[in-house]
Nanobody, 123 residues
Framework: QVQLVESGGGLVQTGGSLRLSCAASIPTFSYYTMGWFRQAPGKERDFVASIGSESVYRVYTDSVKGRFTISKDNAKNTVYLQMSSLKPEDTAVYYC????????????????WGQGTQVTVSS
């Protein structure tokens, strides 16, 4: 059974940094596209970033470009989201996701979801 377990969320001040981790129990992890979505209070869940199976193709939503970096360690079955220059509008529950095949910004394309980790950025 596939499981995605996020960690690394917390409370940080504006301008600070956090690194989210997602440990995946996927036997063929290296072949999967991994990604992150987020959901702010009272808002829909939005795409944040994704990384392809060979870590070559990375996609970011415009609002995090230049501030967030997604990376993947196939040896550890783990995907990371390094977040810097955080803003209050980054406050959300962040979800790790996984899919076979190529990268996608579409929520329904992802087969597997973690339970989410809270990120709160104070002003």
């Amino acid at each position: 059974q596939v499981q995605l377990v996020e960690s690394g969320g917390g409370l940080v001040q504006t301008g600070g940094s956090l690194r989210l981790s997602c440990a995946a129990s996927i036997p063929t992890f290296s072949y999967y596209t991994m990604g992150w979505f987020r959901q702010a209070p009272g808002k829909e869940r939005d795409f944040v970033a994704s990384i392809g199976s060979e870590s070559v193709y990375r996609v970011y939503t415009d609002s995090v470009k230049g501030r967030f970096t997604i990376s993947k360690d196939n040896a550890k079955n783990t995907v990371y989201l390094q977040m810097s220059s955080l803003k209050p509008e980054d406050t959300a529950v962040y979800y790790c996701v996984a899919k076979s095949g190529g990268a996608s910004r579409v929520e329904n394309d992802y087969s597997y979801w973690g339970q989410g980790t809270q990120v709160t950025v104070s002003s």
